[in-house]
């Protein structure tokens, strides 16, 4: 299942209430630990696709060259 960076929004945020309003200790530690999950997982997106375009300048150029094989 891939979950859009809006589906991870509202996660987030219901992680978050849920650890706020939620008076058991043991259960708020479980949805700090999914949201740190989530957090590192959403870091690790967001680096590989910052190394993706870093690795590309800007600028391509395209070549015809058919008209040297006639």
């Given at each position: 299942?891939?979950?859009?960076?809006h589906?991870?929004?509202?996660?987030?945020r219901?992680?978050?209430t849920?650890?706020?309003?939620?008076?058991?200790?043991h259960?708020?530690r479980?949805?700090?630990?999914?949201?740190?999950k989530?957090?590192?997982?959403?870091?690790q997106?967001?680096?590989?696709t910052?190394?993706?375009?870093?690795d590309?300048?800007?600028?391509?150029?395209?070549y015809d060259?058919?008209?040297?094989?006639?």
């Amino acid at each position: 299942m891939k979950f859009t960076s809006h589906d991870v929004i509202i996660i987030e945020r219901a992680l978050r209430t849920a650890m706020k309003h939620d008076r058991e200790e043991h259960r708020s530690r479980d949805y700090q630990e999914v949201l740190f999950k989530m957090q590192e997982s959403a870091n690790q997106a967001l680096s590989v696709t910052a190394q993706i375009t870093s690795d590309h300048d800007g600028l391509r150029y395209d070549y015809d060259d058919s008209a040297d094989l006639m």
